[in-house]
């Protein structure tokens, strides 16, 4: 189990090896996912966006690639993360477009009530507290903001239940679960979905 343990540990965090190697396959592992999730988003046009826990940084691509007029920050709280996020997005960070801060949910160092649209892929597992995590989010967002989570377990599949056990401080949420934490953070208008055939779920809500 050890190495085993370590490796699969590098998703909430990657450090060291180990951390490379989870990170070099994070971005196309959750590509599929992450569409289906970006495919729930409302039509809006944000001027200003951030991805949270942004991994390997394809997301705030895609974030890029969707919105062509967006000011993109990608954040996360490990170093080998935020050096991969931005050599993905190389171009767009000297184009000035884009932004890859290293920085934790539990307490945002950006800009109060200055984006329009915040999205969380596969990491809030890894939170140190729904609640108190989204609350951050919220007071980041704008008047209006949407946030958008999207997991690719829905708290009660097997699999993800089974690397709950292993990976220290992950816990698997369902839909439910995090609308309650989202309500209680002050969002309103949450609505989330579930994949028809896989374990996936996005919720989204609005500040
Ligand atoms: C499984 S990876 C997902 C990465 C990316 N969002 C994706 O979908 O490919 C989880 C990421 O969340 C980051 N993360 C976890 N907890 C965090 C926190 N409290 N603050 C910032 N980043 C966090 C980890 O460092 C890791 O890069």
Redesign the pocket.
Known sequence: MGLFKDYVSQ????EGFLGKMM?SG??S??AK??DWGFAHLPKITPAKAV??????G??AGELLKMYPKAQVTA????DL?VAKAKEYNKKMIEAGRCAVQQ????NLKLPRESFDLAT????V????GLEK?FAQVAGVLKPGGIFMI?NESDGTDATSLKFEKIIDGMRNYTAEQIEEALKKAGFSEVLSDHHPSKPWITVIARK
């Open positions: 998703t909430r965090k990657p990170l994070m971005n592992g959750h996912m992450a991805d949270l826990g942004c991994g390997g394809r997301n954040i996360d709280y490990s993360s920085g934790d949910v539990s969380a892929f596969e990491t597992y890894f939170w140190p995590c999207c």
